[in-house]
């Protein structure tokens, strides 16, 4: 699904820089951040750990711990409302009732001293007129949605007594409760088993299908995003590199960072090693002032890919790039 217009958009994320903040300044960590999520649509953010992915997320929700990390620049307006110019008040409002999120590691996420139906009463009472009982039923009901067996029994269930597919699968129940406009969904299968992982993946297409949510799905597997995803966007070092749809990803990428990406995927039937990325990503704080991938780029070019940072830029079909040579380049691509 390719970017929509103004009126079609869920929310649409505008130069947005997120940096360290100590006693030495400010060190970027995202930097310049632009996305768009249409209604709807399925839009997964991908790329290497530490490249950004979560704390954009964060950045979005607003659940940045702000005496180490703040935003500094830029805009998140959810169907035109600015949420950075919010009161904290405001936000408490829009988060489970607008804009639900599944958050990476359940364990660590749910609180292991209450139970998962207290958790989910919990976001149902703070965000709809329900009373204890009605919210009760509707805990039952979200826990069968999601697809916990025998809910009933299940409700009163610490976390360390259900597995981390029932773990993970109460986190989106919590997400879904007031039925919200937009999911985030953080890393969803990370520690998940291959079959969990595919139990999960479906649930959450079936939720935004019938829910009507958009949804943003971060993850560093490839394969979460061929498997569900209408459009991507690939992170490299705090900045998108790339953005198309999964189709065009997969067949055409326009980023060698990209490319290196589906080089090293498995891949049935097809002999020959994976093609790793040769070297590490730059540390914030340290990235290069040229394109931030040159140095373990095979194409880059000197002086013109070292000096000056290229932009994020258009390159047809309603996908953009930020490498200058995506035009002459003809990278591999893998097929989705």
Not at 166 to 185: D, G, Y
Not at 201 to 224: F, K
Request: hydrophobic share 40%.
């Amino acid at each position: 699904m390719a970017p929509g217009s103004a009126t079609t958009l869920a929310l649409e994320v505008e130069a947005l820089t997120v940096a360290f903040v100590g006693r030495r300044g400010q060190v970027p960590i995202v930097t310049g951040t632009d996305l768009t999520l249409a209604r709807r649509e399925i839009l997964g953010v991908v790329g290497e750990s530490g490249s950004g992915k979560s704390l954009t997320s964060l950045a979005i929700m607003r659940l940045l711990d702000t005496s180490s990390v703040r935003i500094v620049e830029g805009s998140v307006r959810l169907f035109g409302r600015d949420l950075l110019t919010l009161s904290e008040r405001e936000m408490r409002s829009v988060r489970g009732r607008d804009i639900g999120m599944i958050f990476q590691d359940p364990m660590t996420s749910l609180d292991p001293a209450f139970t998962v139906g207290y958790q989910i009463l919990s976001v149902l009472r703070r965000h709809t007129d329900l009373g204890r009982s009605a919210a009760r039923q509707r805990a039952l009901e979200l826990l069968a949605l999601v697809g916990i067996g025998d809910p009933r029994r299940r409700i009163d269930s610490y976390p360390h007594q259900l597995s981390g597919g029932m773990r993970q699968r109460v986190m989106i129940a919590m997400a879904i409760a007031c039925e919200p406009k937009i999911l985030i969904a953080d890393e969803p299968t990370t520690a998940l088993d291959a079959t969990t992982q595919a139990q999960i993946l479906e649930l959450i297409r079936q939720l935004a299908d019938e829910l009507h949510m958009s949804t943003i799905i971060t993850t560093h597997d490839l394969g979460v995003v061929a498997e569900v995803c209408d459009r991507v966007a690939v992170m490299y070092a705090g900045q998108i590199v790339e953005q198309a749809s999964t189709q065009q990803l997969f067949y055409h990428p326009k980023h060698p960072y990209t490319e290196r990406l589906l080089l090293g995927l498995p891949r049935i039937g097809v002999a020959g090693q994976m093609v790793g990325i040769p070297g590490q990503p730059p540390r914030a704080g340290s990235f290069p002032p040229g394109c931030r991938f040159a140095p373990r780029c095979p194409y880059a070019l000197v002086p013109r890919c070292v000096e000056s940072l290229p932009p994020l830029r258009d390159v047809g079909e309603s996908r953009s790039a930020r490498c200058v040579r995506s035009d002459e380049l003809s990278l591999t691509g893998i097929g989705a």
